[in-house]
Every structure is written in structure tokens, then in C-alpha cells.
């Protein structure tokens, strides 16, 4: 089945500063990457995604990166805020009816003041 | 506009014990899926339902079941309960077939001792 490791665990930025999350997919018939954010107690919340016909999307400071050949994606956070400190999640699903969504181990992002 | 609900919010249940887990998707939404998330760790897929039948199993356990009712609101019942169930139980409602995004529920934390 399909395996999603993701780097770093943790991060540390000065706010102001761009942070990135990779994550590398190991089945190539994944063809959804989405990105949750989840702060502490809360709920996975679903920030940006892209599929697998599209190389690069772009909402506002947030950022993906797709690259199907290495089968890897990022996350690129720009001029972060206190408020961007929480941990991330990549996932990747084959759609198509399959929506089972495999996780990365997460990202604790840290923003300093 | 009403997001993903569950209920109970936080349950504590006995090894042994029997415990069911309750799901409303957002208006609209015909399938549901359950994730597992050990703390620390990234959510596990469990099962997904659309229109009533399910599409996808993760591996877990027999002693795991669900269903979907025909108003697509959904339940996950765990018998025989160990002390390794206890986690974060998250519900995830998304279109179904043609939609890919999964929209996360606040999640039932489930204390097993």
C-alpha cells in the first residue's frame, strides 16, 4: 500500500520567515495531495491541495509544489505569523472512488515572535 | 453552513467494553470516512462509506465496524475494547466520487482503561 513519509518533524522559523514541508509518496497511482493543519485539540483542517495534473497552486501566503517523476510534493508557507504554529499533515489518496487518505507522521511548526 | 459533527465529544469505556461512535456529514456530503489518530501521530484510515456500502477498509481489526444510514450520517462501533483504541476517532465527509476533499470532524476521544 501506499507509504507517506514526511520531513522535518519539527521547525522552528522567526516570524516573517518562509517555512517548507516535504513529503515523498511511494505509489505512483496517487493522484490527490492534500494538506491539513492541526492545532492542538482541534480538528484536522484542510488548507490547500493539488492533483496530480497540476504542478504548483498557490492561496495566498500557502503554497504546493507537485513533482509526479521524484514523487514528492511541499508545502511552502510565506511571511509566517504566530498563528501559522501547529502541526502539519500531508496525505496522498488515488481518488477515482478511493478516498483513503495516508497520512505523514506531521510536522510541529514553530513560529518565533 | 454546519461542518462535520460527532458525538460524544469524550467517552472513557472499560477493556471489554463495547463503544459506538456517531457522524453527521456536511449537508450534502454522501460519503463518510473514519480515521484513528494515536496521539502524536498521523490519522490512520479506518473505513470510508458512500451511499450506504463501503468502498475502502483499512487494517484494523474485526472488532472494528461501521455503517452508513440512509441519511449518510454514519457509526463505527469497536467491540471488545483494549487499551491500544484509545485515540482521537475522526469522522471525514467529503462529496464522493468526484470529490476528493475530506472535511474533518472535531473528533471523539475515546479514554480506554
Known amino acids: 500500500g501506499e507509504n507517506v513519509e514526511q520531513h522535518p518533524s519539527t521547525l522552528s522559523v522567526q516570524e516573517g520567515d518562509s517555512a517548507v514541508i516535504k513529503c515523498t509518496y511511494s505509489?505512483?497511482?496517487?493522484?490527490?495531495f492534500p494538506w491539513y493543519k492541526q492545532e492542538l485539540g482541534k480538528r484536522p483542517q484542510l488548507i490547500i491541495d493539488i492533483r496530480s495534473n497540476v504542478g504548483e497552486k498557490k492561496d495566498q501566503r500557502i503554497a504546493v509544489t507537485l513533482n509526479k517523476t521524484a514523487k514528492h510534493f511541499s508545502l511552502h508557507i510565506t511571511e509566517t505569523q504566530p498563528e501559522d504554529s501547529a502541526v502539519y499533515f500531508c496525505a496522498a489518496s488515488m481518488g477515482f472512488g478511493n478516498e483513503k487518505l495516508t497520512f505523514g507522521t506531521g510536522t510541529r511548526l514553530t513560529i518565533i515572535p | 453552513d454546519a461542518g462535520v459533527t460527532q458525538s460524544p465529544t469524550h467517552l472513557i469505556k472499560t477493556r471489554g467494553q463495547q463503544v459506538t461512535l456517531r457522524c453527521s456529514p456536511i449537508?450534502?456530503?454522501?460519503?463518510v470516512s473514519w480515521y484513528q489518530q494515536v496521539l502524536g501521530q498521523g490519522p490512520q484510515f479506518i473505513f470510508q462509506?458512500?451511499?450506504?456500502?463501503?468502498?475502502g477498509r483499512g487494517n484494523f481489526p474485526d472488532r472494528f465496524s461501521a455503517r452508513q444510514f440512509p441519511n449518510y450520517s454514519s457509526e463505527l462501533n469497536v467491540n471488545a475494547l483494549l487499551l491500544g483504541d484509545s485515540a482521537l476517532y475522526l469522522c471525514?465527509?467529503?462529496?464522493?466520487?468526484?470529490?476528493?476533499?475530506?472535511?474533518f470532524g472535531p473528533g471523539t476521544r475515546l479514554t480506554v482503561t
Open positions: 462509506y458512500y451511499e450506504k456500502e463501503e468502498r
Open positions: 505509489d505512483s497511482a496517487s493522484n490527490y
Open positions: 471525514a465527509s467529503s462529496l464522493g466520487v468526484r470529490g476528493h476533499e475530506q472535511y
Open positions: 449537508s450534502g456530503h454522501k460519503s
